[in-house]
C-alpha cells in the first residue's frame, strides 16, 4: 500500500534563507513522486516529478527534489526564499503498477517572513 | 487549449438534496480524477478514469457518491442526499495520458451543505 508523510504541518523561513519540506513515502512498488503547490485561492500547480530517472530533480521557481530511495524519502529544497513561495505544499505519490491511485499529503504550509 | 474548468465555482445546498459537479478536462486528456479537498487537509483521491477503461472507483466513501464520464470529455460527479460532512472542495484534475503523466488542476468547486 502506498502513503506519504508531510513531516511538518507548517515551516516559516526568513525571505533569502534555505527551504526545506520534508516528505516520506512507502510504497510497495517503484513509484513515481510529485510535489504540488497550492497559492491561496488558486489551483494546484506541479512544482516537479521524479519518474525513475534522474534522482535529483530540478522544477520550477528554483526548487528541486531528491529521490532517495533508503530513506525512503522525496524532500523539497529551495536555496533562497522568496516572499512569493509563501503557500501549502504537496508531495504525492503514485505506483506505476497499473494502478490509478494518487496519494496526496497532508500538506506543509510555507510562510515566508520579510 | 484552455486549462480544466469546473462548475459550479461554488454550491451551497440543504442537507439530503442532491448535487451534481461539472468539470471540462483539457481537450485531448484521456485520464480524469475526481479529488476532495476538506478544509485545511490534504487532497482525497475519489475516482479516476482512463479512456474506455472501467474507472477506478476505489476513493468514492459510500455509495452517495458517484461519477461518470462521456468518452474523454465532459465529467459529472453526484452527490446524492448530501451530508454536512460533504463539504469540501471537490477538485478535478485531468492528464494527456496515465500512470505518472502531470495532473492538470481546475480551480474546484466549493460545496456547503448546510
Known amino acids: 500500500a502506498q502513503s506519504v508523510t508531510q513531516l511538518d504541518s507548517h515551516v516559516s523561513v526568513s525571505e533569502g534563507t534555505p527551504v526545506l519540506l520534508r516528505c516520506n513515502y512507502s510504497?510497495?512498488?517503484?513509484?513515481?513522486l510529485f510535489w504540488y503547490v497550492q497559492h491561496p485561492n488558486k489551483g494546484l500547480q506541479l512544482l516537479l516529478k521524479?519518474?525513475?530517472?534522474?534522482?535529483l530533480v530540478k522544477g520550477i521557481n528554483g526548487f528541486e527534489a531528491e529521490f532517495k530511495k533508503s530513506e525512503t524519502s522525496f524532500h523539497l529544497t529551495k536555496p533562497s526564499a522568496h516572499m512569493s513561495d509563501a503557500a501549502e505544499y504537496f508531495c504525492v505519490v503514485r505506483d506505476n503498477t497499473g494502478g490509478f491511485k494518487t496519494i496526496f499529503g497532508a500538506g506543509t504550509r510555507l510562510f515566508v517572513k520579510a | 487549449g484552455a486549462g480544466v474548468s469546473q462548475s459550479p465555482s461554488n454550491k451551497v445546498t440543504e442537507k439530503g438534496k442532491d448535487v451534481e459537479l461539472r468539470c471540462d478536462p483539457i481537450?485531448?486528456?484521456?485520464?480524469l480524477y475526481w479529488y476532495r479537498q476538506r478544509l485545511g487537509q490534504g487532497l482525497e483521491f475519489l475516482i479516476y478514469f482512463q479512456g474506455n477503461s472501467a474507472p477506478d472507483k476505489s476513493g468514492l466513501p459510500s455509495d452517495r457518491f458517484s461519477a461518470e464520464r462521456t468518452g474523454e470529455s465532459v465529467s459529472t460527479l453526484t452527490i446524492q442526499r448530501t451530508q454536512q460532512e460533504d463539504s469540501a472542495v471537490y477538485l478535478c484534475?485531468?492528464?494527456?495520458?496515465?500512470?505518472?503523466?502531470?495532473?492538470?488542476f481546475g480551480p474546484g468547486t466549493r460545496l456547503t451543505v448546510l
Open positions: 484534475a485531468s492528464s494527456a495520458l496515465g500512470g505518472a503523466d502531470t495532473q492538470y
Open positions: 510504497s510497495s512498488y517503484s513509484p513515481s
Open positions: 481537450s485531448g486528456h484521456t485520464a
Open positions: 521524479y519518474t525513475s530517472a534522474a534522482t
